[in-house]
């Protein structure tokens, strides 16, 4: 395939002063090198880029001697890492197509799947093998040059997102170029091209062949991107999201609770990015994974098993479940272990315990998720509101709050007759029994 190349004379702003160098000193060692990708896409678009990608004609080892601070990383390509202090320059030699390539550099499955695209190629082979016209944009800093083979700026010109080359067997090479179309579009408020939306629907399966900790990347970029709620709405359109939720997606028309809790997970997870808040990926699985976890434990309660157990062994199948589809580093599921083992505390405040749920290092994002549960329409006696006066309070007026609560809680208590007999367990779906040890 070849393409028109234009070359447009642009002064970009915002770019990242290391990328520039980057480019400068690959130059000055003669080679080409051009700023491309998401930080050339988003400067004309006047906003923020995420992260800058370099594209050179030198290959890793080259770029390596041309930096001092680099290290070649292997991946699925082999890219360089060109560092300064915090910033991290990614280098890419420039690829070609696979198969115009030498073919022992290249591997695909039957599928259509690129196993392997380490083939070398020139400037325009790049641009052609990149996944939209958007992302294909090349910018010399040096000559204030951008150098476009795909119409990328008319794309851009028209907010339209448009894949190069054949959609559908560009997806078959690369399935995770369907969440990246759903996530750009939805991130930068583009419509796709039609031919470039009209096979997702029927090939969004291809992304259950995809490794699961390459799945835990992709939904890291589209709930922590800032536009989760967009981006939930363009996975649902394009019935994505599925292939990343395929316990929780069936539930979400179930009832209007369900729908609430992940609308008001993804709102608020855009209003703390927008506020430089801290937001973490154990909430964001703690609260996809609830539904089906609710619906589990409901489940192994009809078939008779013991409140404590069904919970425990809900934890553990969902969780594994889950981790077929995308991985979920430890660091992540304990957090999401304790945010749940934590709701039956906070909803029902036993007494003095409420003591040492406040200082339970998950108390915070327990408390967030309760107050999730009641904006979603849960009732739990005030109990959110109760959390909220009780973490701020002075010590005198902790305690006062908790001897409130224990008159309330024995004068509510019916009265019993004392019985002989174990009495029966209480079959609500959240206890306080501890979560497994592990997953
Ligand atoms: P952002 O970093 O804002 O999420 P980006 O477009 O820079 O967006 P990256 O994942 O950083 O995305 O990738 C950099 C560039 O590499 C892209 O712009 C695109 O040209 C190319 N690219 C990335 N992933 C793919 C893919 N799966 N198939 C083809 N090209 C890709
Ligand atoms: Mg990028």
Known sequence: MTATRSDHHVSLHGLSPNAVKVCQSLQQAGYQAYIVGGGVRDSLLEAKPKDFDVATDATPEQVRQVFRSSRIIGRRFKIVHVRFGREIIEVTTFRGSHQTGKPHNAVQSEQGLLL????????????????????????????????????????????????????????????????????????LAF?????????????????????????????????LGGSATATYNSLRE??????????????????????????????????????????????????????PLQAEIKRLLAEGMKIGDARNAA???????????????????????????????????????????????????????????????????????????????????????????????????PKRKPRRRKPKKDHSTHDNSPPPASD
């Open 315 to 413: 934890v553990a199948s969902v969780i594994s479940q889950q981790l077929t589809r995308t991985s979920i580093p430890k660091r992540f599921t304990l957090p999401m272990r304790d945010i749940w083992y934590l709701q039956h505390v906070l909803a029902t405040r036993p007494g003095k315990r409420c003591f040492g749920a406040l200082e339970h290092q998950r108390f915070r994002a327990a408390y967030d998720f309760l107050l999730l549960r009641e904006d979603a329409g849960e009732d739990f006696n005030g109990a959110g509101r109760w959390w909220t006066e009780f973490q701020f309070a002075d010590e005198a007026h902790q305690q006062t709050m908790v001897e409130a609560l224990n008159t309330q809680q024995t004068s509510n208590k």
């Open 191 to 223: 419509k796709l091209e039609p031919a470039t939306a009209q096979p997702i629907l029927s090939l969004g399966e291809l992304l259950d062949h995809i490794p699961a900790a390459r799945l835990f990347e992709e939904v890291l970029k589209l709930m």
């Open 116 to 187: 392997r695209d380490n083939v070398y190629g020139d400037l325009e082979s790049d641009a052609l093998r990149r996944d939209f016209t958007i992302n294909a944009l090349y910018y010399d800093p040096i000559s204030e040059t951008l150098i476009d083979f795909t119409h990328g700026l008319e794309d851009i010109k028209s907010r339209t997102l448009r894949i190069i080359g054949n959609a559908s067997d560009r997806y078959r090479e690369d399935p995770v170029r369907m969440l990246r179309a759903a996530r750009f579009a939805a991130k």
């Open 238 to 291: 394009y019935n994505l999201l599925t292939h990343l939720f395929p316990g929780a997606t069936p539930l979400i028309n179930d009832s209007e609770f369900n729908q609430k809790m992940i609308e008001l997970v993804c709102v608020n997870t855009d209003k703390r990015i927008r506020q430089g808040k801290r937001v973490t990926p154990a909430f964001i699985f703690a609260v996809f994974l609830w539904l």
